[in-house]
């Protein structure tokens, strides 16, 4: 079966400072990997996904994120943080194609401090 | 990208009342739609796929005659909760995926969500 894996359930980081948030994935092939953003009351924007190719993807407000087979990993980074990034950070899989529901990890909440 | 509306975003009802919620993909036909639920402070919960003309296919667990769900079209489905209680309050979001092989991005546009409480 599909899941995800949040290991931190919350990271607090300084501003200006980077950042790296955990996911691990369990999936019998290779899966659609994604990284969304949630604000509170807010619903979810996608950050970045990961079909194939160059391992490296980039998203929107200065997130990357590197996908590692050997480690069933896509962890997200950002070199420097800003106050606006705090918020709720779920990573997710999905099976390519088709229509069939992401599977959610269950989050890492970020706060940002001066 | 995609659009995915949600309406109301807000809904306070009393114990006991039924409350729709519309899901809308304002700029592509959506044959799937699917509705989760998020408690406060954790993560998305599926309840059920939506498939435009059938039956919704509930997660188990789910009650389908308390979440009763319609897509009755290729841009609508509705959520509506039967006489809800106070524990049905939460945060209800819809989403659609459009699948990469029909062309499209293969990836979920969310609704903004709909906050439900019931008093």
């Known amino acids: 079966a599909q899941s995800v894996t949040q290991p931190d359930i919350h990271i607090t980081v300084s501003e200006g400072a980077s950042l790296e948030l955990r996911c691990n994935y369990s999936?019998?092939?290779?899966?659609?990997l994604f990284w969304y953003v949630q604000s509170p009351g807010q619903g979810l924007q996608l950050l970045l996904k990961y079909f194939s190719g160059d391992t490296l993807v980039q998203g929107i407000k200065g997130f990357e994120a590197e996908f590692k087979r050997s480690q069933s990993s896509f962890n997200l980074r950002k070199p420097s943080v800003h106050w606006s990034d705090a918020a709720e950070y779920f990573c997710a899989v999905g099976p390519p194609g088709g229509n069939t529901p992401l599977v959610f990890g269950k989050g890492t909440r970020l706060s940002v401090i001066a | 990208g995609a659009v995915v509306s949600q309406h109301p975003s807000r809904v306070i009802c009393k114990s006991g009342t039924s409350v729709k919620i519309e899901c809308r993909s304002l700029?592509?036909?959506?044959?799937?739609m699917f509705w989760y639920r998020q408690f406060p402070k954790q993560s998305l919960m599926l309840m059920a796929t939506s498939n435009e003309g059938s039956k919704a296919t509930y997660e188990q667990g789910v009650e389908k005659d308390k979440f009763l769900i319609n897509h009755a079209s290729l841009t609508l489905s509705t959520l509506t909760v039967t006489s809800a209680h106070p524990e049905d309050s939460s945060f209800y979001i819809c989403?659609?995926?459009?699948?990469?092989?029909?062309?499209?991005?293969?990836?979920?546009?969310f609704g903004p969500g709909t906050r439900l409480t019931v008093l």
């Open positions: 700029d592509f036909q959506a044959t799937t």
């Open positions: 999936y019998g092939a290779t899966p659609y």
């Open positions: 989403s659609a995926r459009v699948p990469r092989t029909s062309g499209g991005l293969d990836e979920q546009f």
